[in-house]
C-alpha cells in the first residue's frame, strides 16, 4: 500500500508563492511517477504536474513558466514549487502517485489535498 501525505498549502495573496511537499510512505517502486493535480469548487480535477522517477516532467499547459515539480527519490517526496499565483490557482491539490502495473494498467493513488487559496 502507499499513503500521500501532502503539507504546505494555505494563503497568499496574487502574485505570492507557496511550496507544497508530498511524502510517500509504502512500498514504493522505482517506476511510479508522482505528480500534483487540483480541484477548483464546481469543476474537475485537472493535471498540474507530473514527474517520473528518471526526472521527466510534463506540466499542464497554461502552468508552464510558473509552477515547477520535483522529486527527490531517496526520501520519496514530491515537491511543487508555485510562483506568481493568481486568484484562479485557488484550488484543493492533491499528491498523486500512479503505478504501472502491466498492459496499460495503472494503480492510482492519492493524497487527502491540501487547500490553496489565493486572495487579496
Known amino acids: 500500500q502507499v499513503q500521500l501525505v501532502e503539507s504546505g498549502g494555505g494563503l497568499v495573496e496574487p502574485g505570492g508563492s507557496l511550496r507544497l511537499s508530498c511524502a510517500a510512505s509504502g512500498t514504493i517502486f522505482s517506476n511510479d511517477a508522482m505528480g500534483w493535480y487540483r480541484q477548483a469548487p464546481g469543476k474537475q480535477r485537472e493535471l498540474v504536474a507530473r514527474?517520473?522517477?528518471?526526472?521527466?516532467?510534463n506540466y499542464a499547459d497554461s502552468l508552464k513558466g510558473r509552477f515547477t515539480i520535483s522529486r527527490d527519490n531517496a526520501k520519496n517526496t514530491v515537491n511543487l514549487q508555485m510562483n506568481s499565483l493568481r486568484p484562479e490557482d485557488t484550488a484543493v491539490y492533491y499528491c498523486n502517485l500512479d503505478r504501472p502495473v502491466g498492459a496499460g494498467i495503472v494503480n492510482r493513488y492519492w493524497g487527502q489535498g491540501t487547500q490553496v487559496t489565493v486572495s487579496s
Open positions: 514527474i517520473s522517477s528518471g526526472g521527466s516532467t
